[in-house]
């Protein structure tokens, strides 16, 4: 079968989601057709989630980082308002386009039930939590950022589904395999299942779990990739009161902060108060997650959050994801899936097991983590990064260094090779676009909806 549409959208996350949307709201005329490798909405079902088995079993299509939604369906829907982190539009457009297209998804999600109440870095006292943290060399950054809740972002995301799916073409289970240019300069997608899908223009936004695979596409078509970060971590978790001062004014604490040892960058990320650890497969590869519900009732009595290190690598290297793959992959072959390790043993320099973790204070989430020790599966300066960080936030966050206090890893957050793109977001190859996180331009819903958005409102104005 070979199929001709004016437009092609690769991939359901949050950046072709909101492609579409732009299509179907501005240019209803253009025949589209969106591609996933993943199933609808309704069909996503982790086999960990529906309590159906203990750990990830490795499906062929991972429903938890594939489908409509992409690997933001599962999560907490933190959405952030700003343009300090999430990604780097700001490398092609100026901040107040930026900003106007981050409020513009918002408002797209607000008119399909999303929460109008957000929390600000910006009130008397989030500034007083702000100096304090400069007192002991913690930076704070400040954002605006709405938080969705892990159930309530299911419920939007079908609402957007049954909103713009039969306005377009969308073939769901279906996995790109080839990416060409024809002679008259059109773009053919093969699959895998032998159907090739034609267009003038195309919108790709592989996500996280089809990045690998979109950085090998742009290669053999010859385009230039700049090589990106790899930011390599574990997943706190200690009593929700340790950081309740600070998430009940801020929610999302966004702290930064630059090692004296080495002078490496180490970041909170993805700050879940009262939530739960999860797994997260890539790939093959299991790693770990945070979650927090908006329900009360679904609420824990602790709070989690990623510490990173971020690591930048120069010529030759250029194999950024491969290389978090690999680091994750050390803890999965130790413990078959993820490793937990009290701070206390960690500092002290012996493995936590099932006895030690048994009279620990402080209770997992995630009870199919394997207690372990991770200084055998991430490497000595990213693990001296994470304590010193540790250490720094015990000073405004006291009990955060606590010997109880559970790492889980390894957090490992990928970014793709990023492609050489123009203002409109646009490859070397005409009418070929490039968005969201797979393409290495965005890291988070906020920006990746402002990338899908960005790309075909510059395919509206070719087409009209």
């Known amino acids: 079968m070979n199929e001709r549409y004016d437009l092609i959208i690769l991939g359901t996350g949050e950046a072709g989601i909101f492609a579409a949307y732009e299509m ?26 529906a309590g159906k088995v203990k750990s990830c079993i ?21 959405y ?10 700001t490398d092609f457009m100026p901040e107040k386009e930026v900003m106007e297209l981050i409020e513009y998804v918002d408002s797209l999600n607000v008119r399909h039930g999303a929460t109008t109440e957000t929390f600000s870095t910006f009130t008397p006292e989030a500034m007083a939590l702000k100096k304090r943290a400069l007192e002991h060399d913690l930076h704070l950054l400040s954002a605006r950022v709405k ?9 939007i995301l079908t609402s957007i589904y049954e909103y713009i799916s039969d306005k377009h073409t969308f073939r769901f ?48 078509l010859g ?20 950081f309740e001062h600070i998430t009940d004014v801020v929610y999302e604490s966004k702290l930064v902060y630059r090692t004296k040892q080495y002078g490496d960058t180490v970041r909170t990320f993805c700050m879940n108060p009262y939530g739960h650890v999860v797994t997260e497969n890539v790939e093959g590869i299991n790693t770990v997650n945070g979650h927090s519900y908006s329900d009360e009732s679904l609420r824990s009595d602790n709070t989690n959050f990623a510490l990173l290190v971020s690591n930048k690598f120069t010529e030759p290297f250029d194999q950024p994801y491969r290389y978090g793959k690999h680091i994750a992959s050390l803890s999965n072959m130790l413990a078959g899936g993820v490793l937990v390790q009290r701070f206390g043993d960690l500092v002290k320099g012996v493995r936590t097991n099932e006895h ?72 070397q190859l005409p009418n070929f676009f490039a968005v969201g996180d797979g393409a290495g331009v965005t890291r988070g819903l906020a920006q990746a909806g402002a990338s899908g958005v960005k790309a075909a409102r510059t395919v509206i104005s070719r087409i009209k």
């Open 24 to 49: 179907a709201e501005k240019c209803p005329e253009a025949r589209v057709l969106v591609l996933d490798q993943g199933p609808d909405i309704y069909h996503r079902s982790c086999p960990i989630v």
């Open 58 to 78: 490795h499906c062929k299509v991972c429903d938890t980082m594939c489908g409509f939604g992409g690997a933001g369906a599962f999560s907490d829907g933190k």
């Open 80 to 89: 952030n308002f700003t343009t300090a982190f999430g990604g780097w539009l």
């Open 147 to 155: 938080h969705l809740g892990t159930e309530k972002n299911l419920q």
């Open 173 to 220: 289970n279906t996995a790109v395999t080839e990416i060409n240019v024809e002679e008259d300069g059109s773009y053919s997608l093969k699959t895998e299942n032998g159907d090739t899908y034609n267009a003038k223009y195309l919108i790709a936004g592989p996500g996280r779990s089809g990045a690998e695979w979109f950085s090998d596409q742009c290669k053999k």
């Open 223 to 242: 385009l230039d990739l700049i090589n990106n970060q790899v930011d390599i971590g574990v997943r706190v978790e200690l009593p929700a009161l340790v």
């Open 356 to 427: 030690r973790l048994a009279q620990s204070t402080v209770h997992p989430t995630l009870t199919a983590a394997t207690p372990g020790d991770l200084s055998l599966a991430l490497p000595k300066r990213q693990l001296d990064d994470i304590i010193e960080m540790i250490y720094a936030l015990d000073k405004i966050a006291p009990g955060t260094a606590n010997y109880d206090t559970l790492l889980y890893g390894a957090e490992v957050k990928f970014y793709s090779a990023r492609l050489r793109l123009t203002e409109e977001l646009e490859t």
